[in-house]
Structures are given as structure tokens and as C-alpha cells.
């Protein structure tokens, strides 16, 4: 939503400025231009990138007009399947867990948390931690370790679509000159024309370089650093899931392990204790239904 009001105060504050100067709106309709600049741009960023990426740019380009999934009721219900499941575990022991994390896609238990459930990053995150946990088989400090690859790993994948999206953005006053060179070489060909319509032509070729030159800091830019922004709201929750996961690995109980995920939280987005207590108290019942 945000998004979309910003983008309509830059737009809408440039032309209202421009139409306040007695600048005509018609003038910086160029279609010709936007098509040099947007097609330039599409171009290279497929000559730059794999068809997967230019993919993911696209759909994280989308993602970013969404509500942020990372919210304060995504991390409460994440604190309360973990404590849900570590109970399970001290209450039944480890291999309770077992046809859960081994077909999480199929587990009941999973499912009475929708929205972790549709997350796959972080369902499969959790399951494969889980597996190595059940087996015994890694040191603490080893899981520690696998976990950091894991997430190393997945953030510099998810970060990908920004940092294509900042190149492009960098580009854009580029492609505008572009646009503006083409305008002008068009212009000089009409140098013996009458003023007025070698005034148009030069007018149209500026059009190239303030479209380039917007399309660069005022969306292309803004859009990166909202993506950004996004890939690391799920840098920071996947990191409270890690943080439980250590937790329970070394021994601690159920609430102290959740505890640590909880003090991973973004402090705008993070539970008090006593909130976290009493959602983990009252809102549970998850452990007996997936039984």
C-alpha cells in the first residue's frame, strides 16, 4: 500500500510542479521515447540474467505492493508452533517428531499453522534442522554451522532481485541519454524545418533524459531497497527460528527456547514476555490435534 501512495507523491508531486510552471502535459507524453528506455532496459536485463531471475525480479517486484508477511501475528504464531513442537518432543520424545519433519507437506501438526505452513523457505529451514536433530548425529556447534550455511545461502539467493533491480535503476539515466541522442540526431535531420516543430523534436529528446533520470531515483530505486528491505524481514525470522532450534539442541526447555527466538525479533515487531506466555498457555491445543 505504501508503496503504491509513494509512487503516486513522486509522480504526482513532479507533474503538479511542472503543471504549476506552465508546463503542458501533453509535451512529456512520448511513447517513442518510453519505448527506446523500456525496451533498453528489458533487454539488457535479460542479456544480464537467466530467465529464473529475471523471474523472481519480476514476482519480487510484485511482492513488495503486499502487506509485509513478516508481521507481529506471523512471529507469534511461528513462537507458538515451536513451543508446540518442542513440547511434543519432551513430552513424547524426539522420534514423535519424526513423520512430521519427514513429510511436513503431508503433517497435521504443520498445518495448524497456516501461514508457516505456507512459507516453504522456513517450513523446509525447520524440518531439515529437525531431521539432523532427531538423528543425534551433529555437535552443537556443527548444527550451528549447517544452519548459517542454510541461511547465508538462501539470503544471498533472496537478495538477487534487488540488486538487479539497483543495476537497472543505475542504468536508466543511461538509456535516457540514449533516448535524448536519438532525439537529437532526429532533430538536426529536421534542422531546416520551421521553429516550432524543431521545437517539439528537441522537447521530445529531453523527455528521454527526464524519463531516464525518474525512472532511475523514483521507482527503480525505491523498488530495490523495498525488496531489500523484504529479503531481510526474512533474514531476521529465519534467524529466530535458527536461534530456537540451538536452543532446544543444547537441552534447554520449551519456553527458554523459545525465549531466545523471541529476543531475535525486530523490537517494533516483538511480544512482550508476558504476551509470549500467555499465547503459548492459552493458545496452544496444536499438539493434541496433530496427535
Known sequence: MFVIIGAVLV???????????????????????????????????????????VIK????????????????????????????????ARKEGLMALDSHVERPEESTFFQNYPGFFKNHHA??????????????????????ELMDIDLETSHEE??????????????????????????????????????????????AALVGTFLGILMAYGLFGPIASAMESRANSEELYMQAIKCALLAFARGDAPITAVEFARRNIDPAKRPSFADMEDQLKNGGGSMAAAA
Open 57 to 88: 525480479v519480476f514476482k519480487g517486484a510484485i511482492s513488495v505492493l503486499k502487506p509485509d508477511p513478516f508481521n507481529a501475528a506471523a512471529y507469534m504464531e511461528m513462537l507458538q508452533m515451536l513451543y508446540d513442537m518442542f513440547m511434543m
Open 158 to 203: 533472496s537478495m538477487k532481485p534487488s540488486h538487479i533491480i539497483s543495476k537497472l535503476g543505475d542504468a536508466m539515466p543511461g538509456f535516457g541519454i540514449v533516448a535524448a541522442v536519438l532525439g537529437v540526431v532526429n532533430t538536426m535531420q529536421a534542422i531546416s524545418g520551421k521553429p516550432e516543430v524543431i521545437g517539439e523534436k528537441v522537447g
Open 123 to 144: 517450513l523446509m529451514f525447520l524440518t531439515d534442522t529437525m531431521k539432523v536433530i532427531v538423528s543425534g548425529s551433529v555437535a552443537e556447534y556443527n548444527l550451528m
Open 11 to 53: 509522480f504526482g508531486a513532479i507533474l503538479l510542479g511542472y503543471v504549476l510552471e506552465g508546463g503542458k502535459v501533453m509535451a512529456l507524453m512520448q511513447p517513442n521515447e518510453l519505448l527506446i528506455i523500456g525496451g533498453a532496459a528489458l533487454g539488457s536485463l535479460l542479456i544480464a540474467n537467466p530467465i529464473s531471475d
